[in-house]
């Protein structure tokens, strides 16, 4: 069963850095894209980043280049997002997706883990 | 950047046939996929590929795609599909990016 588990969520004030986690099991995650996307309250989903299998390319929403990084550590079996230079309209809960094999979609989604940016 | 159109709300009784649009210029030349949100609960992939299911998703389940409009068809609505859905496209040809449609609250009443 594929299994994706977030942590590292909380509050923060604005200007202020968090460190997302997703930990992976149930698939070989070294074969797979893996995305962050989220989700501001009462809104809808935001696509936010992807990484490639080896972590050698990664792609990233505008309204978070240049202050999000997304990596990844496949002997842990884990992907992370970086978060930097927080704003208030960063608060979302942020959920880790396994891309398909086609890359196209994003067929498992973790539980997500709620990040709240506020002064 | 590309742009999915969804309409806010789509209400159905039980037992009839809730239709769900996701409208784009030429959407018919991409692949489309759907989500199912519940409440409180993360977002479930139940078509791929404009009309493909995923294994344990209901043949009630069903997509197309052509022109400007996808759709997502569920026929024999229960109470049990209420829920926000989503569309979504790999815009490949702008930076790679993964779009979603602003979302569905399904009802059934």
């Known amino acids: 069963e594929v299994l994706l588990v977030e942590s590292g969520g909380g509050f923060v004030r604005p200007g202020e850095s968090l460190r997302l986690s997703c930990a992976a099991s149930?698939?070989?995650?070294?074969?797979?894209?893996m995305h962050w996307v989220r989700q501001a309250p009462g809104k809808g989903l935001t696509w936010v980043s992807r990484?490639?299998?080896?972590?050698?390319?990664?792609n990233y929403a505008d309204p978070v280049k240049g202050r999000f990084t997304i990596s990844r550590d496949n002997a842990r079996d884990t992907m992370y997002l970086q978060m930097d230079s927080l704003r208030v309209d960063d608060t979302a809960v942020y959920y880790c997706?396994?891309?398909?094999?086609?890359?196209?979609?994003?067929?498992?989604w973790g539980q997500g883990t709620l990040v709240t940016v506020s002064s | 950047s590309y742009a999915l159109t969804q309409p806010p709300s789509v209400s159905v009784p039980p037992g009839q046939t809730a239709r769900i649009t996701c409208g784009a210029k030429?959407?018919?030349?991409?692949?489309v996929h759907w989500y199912q949100q519940k409440a409180g609960q993360a977002p479930l992939l139940v078509v791929y590929?404009?009309?493909a299911r995923p294994s344990g998703i209901p043949e009630r389940f069903s997509g197309s795609n052509s022109g400007n409009t996808a759709t997502l068809t569920i026929t024999r609505a229960e109470a049990g599909d209420e829920a926000d859905y989503y569309c979504?496209?790999?815009?490949?040809?702008?930076?790679?990016?993964?779009?979603f449609g602003g979302g569905t609250r399904l009802t059934v009443l």
């Open positions: 590929d404009d009309s």
């Open positions: 997706a396994r891309g398909a094999t086609t890359v196209a979609f994003l067929d498992s």
């Open positions: 149930g698939f070989t995650f070294r074969s797979h894209w």
């Open positions: 030429k959407i018919g030349s991409k692949t």
């Open positions: 979504q496209v790999w815009d490949s040809n702008n930076d790679h990016l993964w779009v």
């Open positions: 990484i490639n299998y080896d972590g050698t390319d990664s």
